[in-house]
C-alpha cells in the first residue's frame, strides 16, 4: 500500500511491533488465499524483525506480502 511517496507492506512496516506485523501479514495473507492465491514459502526471522511470505496469483505471477 503507499503512504505518501513510500510504499508500506500489509504489516506497516517497522515502526509497528512485529506481532503486530506478524497479524496484519497472516490477515492479509488469509484474504489472499480466500481470492486463489497460493502460498510459496514464508520466511520468519525475529533477530532481523522481519517477517513475510512469498505468493502466487492464480496466473503464477510471484509477490511478497510483508
Known amino acids: 500500500m503507499a503512504t505518501g ?3 508500506s507492506g500489509a ?3 517497522r515502526a509497528v511491533p512485529l506481532a503486530e506485523r506478524r497479524s496484519r501479514v497472516d ?3 488469509a484474504r489472499l488465499t480466500a ?3 497460493w502460498v510459496l514459502g514464508g520466511m520468519d ?3 532481523n524483525d522481519h517477517y513475510s ?3 502466487a496469483d ?3 505471477n510471484e509477490f ?3
Open 11 to 13: 504489516g506497516g512496516g
Open 45 to 47: 526471522v525475529p533477530d
Open 53 to 55: 511470505f512469498q505468493l
Open 58 to 60: 492464480p496466473e503464477g
Open 64 to 66: 511478497c506480502v510483508v
Open 35 to 37: 481470492l486463489g492465491a
Open 5 to 7: 511517496d513510500r510504499l
Open 27 to 29: 490477515a492479509e495473507v
